[in-house]
Nanobody
Framework: QVQVMESGGGSVQAGGSLRLSCVVSGTHSCMGWFRQAPGKGREGVAAIVTGSGTTYYDDSVKGRFTISEDNAKNAVYLQMDSLKPEDTAMYYC?????????????????RGQGTQVTVSS
């Protein structure tokens, strides 16, 4: 069973930055970050193909968020800059055991418990 632990959420003012971290216990083919605001569905924001450096971003975060990985630590990070109030949500880290497509949170094989990000205006 894969264990996923996210950290790094918090409250910031608009224009600020946060860095989310995700440590995974098992192997995976791709990882992604998605968010979910109250009353809304899951929204994929960024994904990375494990070990390749290939990344994908939702248009709403392009140029502001950066996903990266540290394979030695089995960790994935999400650097979030120029945060906006509309970025406020619970952020989750998830992934797949095989294949790609981790920008779509509905096909993840596993995910963590989430970390809250709140951006005030």
């Amino acid at each position: 069973q894969v264990q996923v632990m996210e950290s790094g959420g918090g409250s910031v003012q608009a224009g600020g930055s946060l860095r989310l971290s995700c440590v995974v216990s098992g192997t995976h083919s791709c990882m992604g970050w998605f968010r979910q605001a109250p009353g809304k569905g899951r929204e994929g924001v960024a994904a990375i193909v494990t070990g390749s450096g290939t990344t994908y971003y939702d248009d709403s975060v392009k140029g502001r968020f950066t996903i990266s990985e540290d394979n030695a630590k089995n960790a994935v990070y999400l650097q979030m800059d120029s945060l906006k109030p509309e970025d406020t949500a619970m952020y989750y880290c998830g992934g797949k055991f095989s294949g790609i497509g981790c920008l779509n949170p509905y096909i993840h094989d596993f995910r963590g418990q989430g970390t809250q990000v709140t951006v005030s205006s």
